[in-house]
């Protein structure tokens, strides 16, 4: 519910249409009007897309607070599952550094169940990083499916549609999107 609302506050704060942002992030007014009051819980992707639209980082959404400091999260953080984000794309996720401002790059671990995940795929702007933690799952990306167990990992443009099938009852892996890709000469700051 939070979520919807700092999406709510920063577009009313740019006196902004529901229509602009919606259309800008290519889905109806309709899905953004359900992501603002709480009724849907948007994937990463469409987070990401927002977070474009209305000029900001995904963490600007996902946290009230940001700030520039180094951010340590410990495994009770992560273990706590009131902290995990439920999506209605069938998977969990937590956003480690989610309190980093104008960071480059979002890590996150992801749990996904057999049989609960909805078919659908990805595409957004930037880069992306999965490793598998543990289990088994498909992962295709553009035409190419790939069988990924524990240890396994992959590189890829994530403006290639890609998508996850979980094999096993559950697969967790972490995952690190960049919010942009660099140009050529290009040097993270």
Partial sequence: MELGKRIRLIRKEQKRTQEEIAKMCGFTKSMLSKIESGGAMPAVSTLMKIAEAL?????????EQ???DTVMVSAGQYE?????IKTNKGYSFFAFASTRHNKIM???IFVARRGEINAHTFSHAGEE???VISGTMRYKVGNTEYEMNAGDSLYFNSLQEHMVV???EE?????VFTEHQFKSGDEPT
């Fill in 80 to 84: 706590d599952i009131s902290k995990w």
């Fill in 66 to 68: 940001s700030s520039n």
């Fill in 166 to 168: 979980p094999l096993s």
């Fill in 106 to 108: 979002q890590p996150y």
């Fill in 129 to 131: 990083f999965i490793y």
């Fill in 55 to 63: 000029g900001v980082k995904v963490s600007d959404l996902l946290e």
């Fill in 171 to 175: 697969v967790k892996y972490l995952a």
